[in-house]
């Protein structure tokens, strides 16, 4: 997993040292000696992640920060800001200029690597996301473009821990300092309680608990599919050494040594949402051309690439009986003649109309799809053919009556349909059992048209 390391420093010295212990983790390392040259570099080569230091000559650290994050190239990169300034107000100007972390020299070896590695792997999911969202809009499944802005009083925060005193003063900071909405839990049965009736986006774990261990909550917020991305923040004594690097390899994003400084958990809270409105934002949009690609944009049906996977993924799964997977193929009459007479407008009104009244006749395990301009079909699995074109008939008078309305006054035209059924039979593939919906189809329009027409076995 190791990846690109850009080193900033314009000490020699610091940046050798970095290097050899980040080597040692088979890590790549760039260098750069000041924040001008950093910029440059990272916008050119994208590196995984940037170790920044603070006191620099020319623009110092945070400004060099603050210009890395609100660079579109450069925004989604991981920055941990590194200085011999130990006071936490530095630490929380440094975080409100967008790092995702900040360490104090000298820094351990072990917090060092094992932040390293959790920011490079989230990068690198990231950067899957962005992958592919990039290939949609190369392909034309463009979505829209992403809101950067996040409003931090729209999240929910539970603060688990059993010290009430503590509990009061983080939901009094994090409620000023963020506006969000926070709810606390003593231990790992409330916790559990609150999570079966709330969706939160970000957990705070203290170390004294009523009930539960730390690290096991930490793994359970992990492995569930609906708070996998959440912000999570985790505290450990400051004695402690073994836990904090435990909890990075299992997945945790972050976390602060007691005593617990209210203002820098607000700040870090911030960079966590920041990240995870942008990775929500990539899913959504992964998620959104993905539909994009298996549906119709006119009446919002399946195509015809996912009905014929579909067709192929049921007949795979061997469940049906011979006779009990129905195609249907159905075609509006003289669609033709709505374009030439009243307007493409009025022909994608129609055809809006029909995709709806489909939906309406049909099961909701039945699937509903446009295949071509006036033509869809409709795959029904467990039914017998009979029933099918009962239900055929059904649609047919439906489509019949009433007129469609295909302007905004109000005018209406009155349409037929011509359907087409073929019923699956045994070793039969999907394209031969479509071809005999079809065949019935072309069947029912040859006989007059408005009419349903059952494919003989």
Known sequence: MPGRILIVDDVPSSRLIARAKLSMAYYDVIEAETGEEAIDI???????????????????????????????RTAHIPVVMLSSLSNRADRV?????????????????????????????MKMMIDELRLRAET???????????????????????????????????????????????????????????????EFDAFVIGTDLADGDPLRIASLLRGRPNTRQAALIMMFAAEDRVSPPLAMDMGVPDYLLLPMDYSELAARLRVQLRRKHYSDQLRKSVQDSMVMAVTDPLTGLYNRRYANAHIEGILASAKNDAGSLVAMVLDLDRFKSVNDTHGHAAGDRVLVEFASRLQNNFRPGDLVSRIGGEEFLVVMPDILPANAERVAERVRHAVETPDFVIDEAGKAIALTVSIGIAAHLPGESSADLIARADAALYASKAAGRNTVTLSAA
């Open 42 to 72: 990272a916008a050119r080569e994208e590196p995984d992640l940037i170790l920044l230091d603070v006191m620099m000559p020319g623009i110092d650290g945070f400004e060099t920060c603050r210009r890395l994050k609100t660079q579109a």
């Open 93 to 121: 100007r440094g975080l409100e200029c967008g790092a995702d972390d900040f360490l104090t020299k000298p820094f351990d070896d072990t917090a060092l690597l094992s932040r390293v590695s959790s920011l490079t792997r």
């Open 136 to 198: 949609s809009r190369e392909l034309g499944l463009e979505t829209g473009g992403f809101d950067v802005r996040i409003n931090y009083a729209d999240a929910s925060i539970l603060f688990v821990c059993n010290e009430r005193e503590t509990a009061e003063e983080a939901v009094r900071s994090l409620r000023t300092n963020l506006g969000a909405a926070v709810e606390t839990a003593r231990g790992e049965r409330e916790l559990r309680a609150l999570m079966k009736s709330n």
